[in-house]
């Protein structure tokens, strides 16, 4: 080894160098350690003393929902809201007690807080109160330095403008609970959707949360904010819903039960869909007493239940442009074929009645449908069998749900053969096809349902799919029967409004000279036995039963007869004859739709992602 | 293990060693503490690399020097094949093409490089004459050596890395004795291509250099990130606020408080007094590399101690001045300490590359 070459002594003085500059940055850190944490220490402790970060989601604001007019049906507003935050007060009664001076609160209700309080982790906010006034509001900031714990803040509160009109359709806010955080995934927001199209379209109308970066003292009182993310509001909706026609029906049915639907014949366009009697979303949403829930629950004309998707009914004589079409499919009847009808049909061994007692004479299938005479479409159902009926029924959409976007819709009943299997283990007796041609028996359909076949017979036959928000994609475009038939059918129909031996002649209209076609039903929900046939009085009167057992009372139809556009479905339960209650009432409904000025815009659909 | 080699495992400079050790211990504690006293988080984590690293460490320094030389650019050829590899394949993480997944591992290539051009400079200086390596044409490889991986590095994109490797390749330069005014020449040029060089810079990097610049432009942003971690170090005070008893760190307004400023809530829990501790510990792990090189005879074995431990002070500085202030955020770990199995693992590789030169000091390798 050579100690002394060179390149040895050039590396040594290098190295050294190298050394030597590495302490003195060192060095420099040292001083930059020694300034910060001594020089400076006391500015930064009391920067670290206000220097907390909370990290807190915020709602979106939730889309708003219009009617196709663009009328407001649901909006956002505040709503002034009080927390309390367990781990932020050191004694907590005395906490709760001095929020209690500043706000009134009863000592019911500061028990009730303090049991909530117990249950729930100590870095949870409880909420104590909402809907507060301006006043309170004013006064609980006033008074915040000297109530530990306590974070006042404006949480959101859903308003319904047109409340009961649209409670069915659109909904209401709630609480959330597992069920609904598993199924829709959580939110900041206080509620959510409950049902009605807020729940079928939650997370379309919640779009995406934000947060907030806060700045907290070591009380949790925010010193400044540091970020804000709005996240991305909700969707807005618009409804196919014409809000003026859907309040005129409310308030036309009063205080009965039942439901109006109203659709669009080409498209399934839901302009109306009115289930009485109704309740206020915005009392829902606002909180509601026990008590006052309870008796919505209970109630026997159902006040929270959506009868136009969820109510259950026998189509009765609304069903016969069914059973014809199925017979005429089938070739076992002639349009000119006469069949007599003495007010009664035998069949094995059974005599079913006509509810006209004298009877109707000779029916063609035109004047069968005009005046519903019972005996014509017993004979053709015998003749047709309840295969082929049950497959027409089948085709119009009977026996499952529409498919509408609205939650909780029922798919009825279209009773068979093999249903019968299923459901009663017994065979299919054909005294119960004479039944199911009058739209009896079995047979179990909803009020949207009705008003679908109806729009399907007004259209030509095309089957369409209702909806109420997005459109929805349809089965196919095959043609549910033949137009020819159809044609038939609603000559019939317009007769049975439009001529004095019709059924609905007394409710039959006329704007700038389109007149409405439709069919009437009255369904029969007791049994009527012979002797009360044959007694005195004969059939009990309906205003002399008890509401329970009045009949239900039906129509459907449309306008405008020549070129068909609304098709309408009236059920109202218990209400008596269908040409005597239901007709009119859709009659004034059609009146007042043809004569809405301006009329209702077309509907086009804005994007929403599917719920 | 033979008797020779349990003899060779005695004969380990086990000063370092055991300064190396004390380091990563650290590190198991500082992590234990940032995750609010959870061990299975990042401790648990970080000992097992600590480990695996120092087996790692143990075999390469028993490894024949000789090998090591003889492999110096395979290596080096090897992990430029897998910057390539990143390039065209590997994973994306946090915004940037860094990770090269082997299925059973997750590498980082251009943490190895380090090690890798290191050892390659320091073969390529062992067979130039002393007097010939400041020519011109003496440079032109080691340039290459430098600059190819680092625009790999620097497109992935990995702003801090490919720095660090710039200067770990130009302290390794230095030290082989290249005229200092290639270094002034250099240094005049990179200050001239500074425009042409911001024009190529990410907007995230932009942003990073001008917030340095006056942090309170963007308070609320990047320069956050600065000014919070300046109030955790200087609340620490001269003794800090023990272990486990900070408060600003462990916020959430850090998002690399567990890797790149865990040196923020060291020095808030153990104030001025644990921080010049640290730094001291520090000091002596590079004080004992520039020891060994004076006993260190060839060019190849004082090139590759004095590279990895002029790397290892570069990584110290840079960190601990980032969080600091007093250099822009450009995401350096702090070695041995940070959360990080790249990291943890390249340098205790290069301390067994430092303690495998040195246990060899007298072998000779070949001049030419």
């Known amino acids: 080894m050579h100690l002394t070459e060179p390149d040895d002594i050039d590396f040594n003085r290098r190295s050294l160098l190298m050394l030597v500059g590495q302490m003195g940055l060192f060095g420099g850190l040292l001083w930059r350690l020694q300034y910060l944490q001594i020089e400076q220490a006391k500015i930064y402790k009391n920067l670290a003393e206000a220097n907390r970060v909370d990290f807190r989601p915020v709602a979106a604001p939730r889309g708003i929902i219009s009617d196709r007019n663009n009328i407001l049906l649901a909006d956002n507003d505040y709503n002034l809201t009080v927390d309390f935050i367990p781990e932020q007060a050191d004694d907590i009664e005395a906490a709760i007690a001095d929020l209690s001076a500043v706000l009134n609160l009863s000592p019911a209700h500061q028990k009730d807080i303090l049991k909530r309080i117990a249950r729930a982790p100590a870095f949870r906010a409880v909420e104590i109160d909402d809907m507060l006034s301006w006043d309170s509001f004013a006064r609980l900031h006033l008074n915040l330095p000297y109530l530990a714990g306590v974070a006042p803040r404006v949480g959101d509160l859903r308003i319904y403008p047109y409340g009961k009109a649209t409670a069915h359709i659109l909904g209401y806010m709630g609480a959330k609970t597992k069920q609904d955080i598993a199924r829709y995934g959580n939110t900041p927001a206080d509620h959510i959707g409950k049902d009605g199209i807020e729940r079928q379209y939650e997370k379309a109308l919640r779009g995406r949360a934000g947060a907030r970066q806060l700045e907290v003292n070591a009380r949790g009182r925010t010193v400044r904010q540091i970020s804000n993310n709005d996240g991305t509001p909700g969707n807005d909706l618009r409804l196919t819903i014409d809000i003026r026609l859907q309040e005129f029906t409310r308030k036309r049915l009063g205080s009965r039960a039942g439901s109006v639907v109203v659709l669009d014949v080409h498209s399934g366009e839901v302009l109306t869909m009115v289930s009485a009697p109704t309740y206020d979303p915005n009392q829902l949403s606002h909180g509601i007493d026990n008590a006052s829930w309870q008796k919505m629950v209970t109630h026997e004309k159902k006040p929270l239940l959506n009868k136009s998707i969820a109510g259950l009914y026998a189509p009765g004589s609304t069903f016969k442009m069914i059973v014809a079409l199925a017979a005429l499919e089938a070739e076992v009847i002639k349009t000119d074929e006469k069949i007599h009808c003495d007010g009664t049909f035998h069949f094995s061994d059974e005599i079913f009645h006509c509810w006209q007692k004298e009877g109707h004479g000779s029916m063609t299938l035109e004047t069968a449908l005009e005046q519903s005479c019972d005996t014509y479409f017993y004979d053709i159902a015998v003749r047709t069998g309840i295969d082929k009926i049950e497959e027409m029924a089948k085709r119009f959409g009977l026996g499952r749900p529409t498919g509408i976007d609205l939650m909780g819709e029922q798919g009825g009943v279209v009773p068979g053969r093999d249903w019968k299997r299923a459901n009663y283990e017994t065979q299919w007796w054909s005294g119960e096809t004479v039944i199911a041609g009058i739209g009896q028996g079995f047979l179990l359909s909803t009020p949207l349902q009705l008003a679908s076949i109806m729009a399907m017979i007004a259209n030509g036959g095309r089957y369409i799919t209702p909806f109420i928000a997005a459109p929805l994609p349809v089965y196919g475009t095959d043609e549910v029967a033949t137009p020819e038939h159809l044609r038939l059918i609603r000559r019939a129909l317009y007769r049975a409004v439009n001529r004095p031996k019709g059924t609905a002649y007394h409710s039959s209209l006329l704007v700038r000279g389109q007149r409405m076609a439709g069919k009437t039903g009255t369904v029969q929900v007791r049994r009527i036995t012979q002797e009360e046939r044959e007694s005195a009085g004969g059939v009990i009167a309906n205003a002399d039963l008890d509401w329970r057992l009045r009949d239900h009372a039906l129509f459907v139809g449309y306008v405008p007869h020549d070129k068909p556009r609304y098709a309408i479905s009236v059920v109202i339960e218990h209400g008596g004859a269908g040409a005597s209650v239901a007709a009119p009432i859709a009659r004034d409904i059609m009146h007042h739709l043809l004569s809405l000025k301006p009329a209702p815009q077309p509907f086009v659909a804005t994007n929403v992602e599917d719920a | ?368």
């Open chain 2, 1 to 368: 293990m033979n008797f020779h080699s349990l003899k060779a495992l005695r004969n380990l400079n086990w000063a370092l060693i055991y300064s190396i050790l004390a380091l990563g211990l650290i590190g198991v504690a500082v992590l234990y503490s940032v995750a609010d006293s959870d061990f299975a988080l990042w401790s648990l984590q970080h000992s097992a690399r600590l480990g695996f690293g120092m087996i790692l460490m143990f075999t390469i320094a028993l490894m024949d020097v000789r090998l090591l030389y003889a492999s110096a650019y395979v290596l080096f050829i090897v992990l430029l094949i897998m910057l390539i590899g990143v390039e065209v394949g590997g994973t994306r993480s946090m915004g940037a093409q860094r990770w090269l997944d082997l299925g059973f591992l997750r590498v980082q290539p251009s943490e190895f490089m380090r090690i890798g051009l290191i050892l390659a400079l320091a073969r390529y200086y062992q067979t130039r004459h002393p007097l010939d390596v400041s020519k011109l044409q003496n440079l032109i490889m080691p340039a290459i050596f430098i600059i190819t991986p680092a625009v790999l590095i620097f497109r992935q994109p990995d702003l801090g890395t490919s720095i660090m490797l710039v200067l770990t390749g130009l302290g390794v330069l230095y030290l082989a004795g290249v005229n200092w005014r290639y270094f002034a020449v250099g240094g005049v040029s990179i200050a001239a291509a500074i425009p042409f060089i911001w024009q190529t810079l990410l907007p995230y990097q932009k942003q990073r250099v001008l917030v340095f610049l006056n942090p309170e432009q963007d308070p609320l942003g990047s320069g956050y990130h600065i000014i919070q971690s300046k109030i955790g170090i200087g609340s620490g005070g001269l003794s800090g606020k023990g272990f486990g008893e900070g408060t600003q760190s462990r916020l959430n307004f850090l998002p690399e408080k567990h890797t790149d400023f865990i040196f923020t809530i060291f020095a808030e829990e153990m104030g001025f007094i644990g921080g010049i501790a640290l730094l001291l510990l520090f000091v002596l792990v590079i004080f004992l590399h520039f020891n060994i090189i004076a006993r260190l005879r060839n060019p190849f074995s004082r090139l590759c101690v004095g590279g990895m431990g002029w790397a290892l002070f570069v990584y110290v500085f840079v960190n601990l001045a980032m969080v600091m202030g007093l250099l822009p955020v450009v995401g350096v770990p702090l070695p041995f300490i940070s959360y990080g199995g790249t990291s943890l693992l390249t340098f205790l590789l290069g301390i067994g590359v430092v303690l495998c030169v040195e246990r060899q000091s007298m072998t000779e390798l070949p001049r030419s």
